[in-house]
């Protein structure tokens, strides 16, 4: 199937693109939470997915688990491709040491180039941004835009509440059943490899 999430995306100018890798994109939080379980487990994961062949792209900082998961692929030898738009510059760290680094113009510039350079997605814990743009790719999912892995990690429990919310909108009617079985959810870094089995990189379309 054609990488018809393009169509929902916005126009950008011609990327130069310096990766060979299939790139998962990580959505997680620009702080690094209360309990170090969550810096924990997202360099633990991060680590597994650069020692499986895959790259990372992410929103381009160099602060929270944003950082963290950079650092780590970068240390392990794996392609990463961050994407930060510029009036955010003015207060996230933007990463220094990527593969590649898109600065970009708006928000929806950036959640559409994550989209298209993507071969998975994967929600770690994180605040507002992280709900918006995993729920975001969920929703273009279910219209069809693009067959690709979602995954939610939960670590330390942190997603069950957004689980049961989305059970209870099948329960009232508002979700179908097959879309919900679509956003996976992991408790473990084992159970997102495995989904992430047989992963190629997508063709990169210029829009």
């Known amino acids: 199937m054609m990488n018809s999430v393009l169509?929902?995306?916005?126009?950008?100018?011609?990327?130069?693109?310096?990766t060979s890798q299939a790139l998962i994109a990580l959505y997680c939080g620009s702080r690094s939470g209360n309990h170090p379980i969550y810096k924990e487990k997202a360099?633990?994961?991060?680590?597994?997915?650069?020692?499986?062949?895959?790259?990372?792209?992410?929103?381009?900082?160099?602060?929270?688990?944003?950082?963290?998961?950079?650092?780590?692929?970068?240390?392990?030898?794996?392609?990463?491709?961050g994407v930060i738009p510029e009036f955010m510059l003015d207060y996230e760290i933007a990463h220094n040491q990527l593969t590649e680094l898109h600065v970009v113009k708006t928000m929806h510039e950036r959640k559409a180039m994550m989209a298209e350079r993507a071969s998975a997605f994967v929600a770690l814990p994180g605040g507002l941004g992280t709900?918006?743009?995993?729920l975001e790719i969920a929703t273009w999912g279910q219209l069809n835009q693009h067959q690709k892995p979602m995954i939610l990690y939960n670590v330390n429990n942190f997603y069950d509440a957004l689980i049961a919310q989305l059970d209870h909108a099948v329960q009232e009617g508002f979700l179908p059943p097959q879309h919900r079985a679509k956003l996976i959810v992991c408790n473990h870094a084992e159970q997102i490899l495995n989904a992430l089995k047989n992963l190629q990189a997508p063709v990169h379309f210029v829009i």
């Open 7 to 18: 169509k929902m995306t916005v126009k950008h100018e011609k990327v130069t693109t310096k």
């Open 43 to 81: 360099i633990a994961l991060a680590s597994a997915i650069a020692e499986q062949g895959f790259g990372l792209v992410y929103g381009g900082a160099s602060i929270g688990l944003m950082g963290q998961v950079a650092d780590t692929v970068i240390e392990h030898g794996g392609d990463t491709v």
């Open 131 to 134: 709900f918006e743009e995993i």
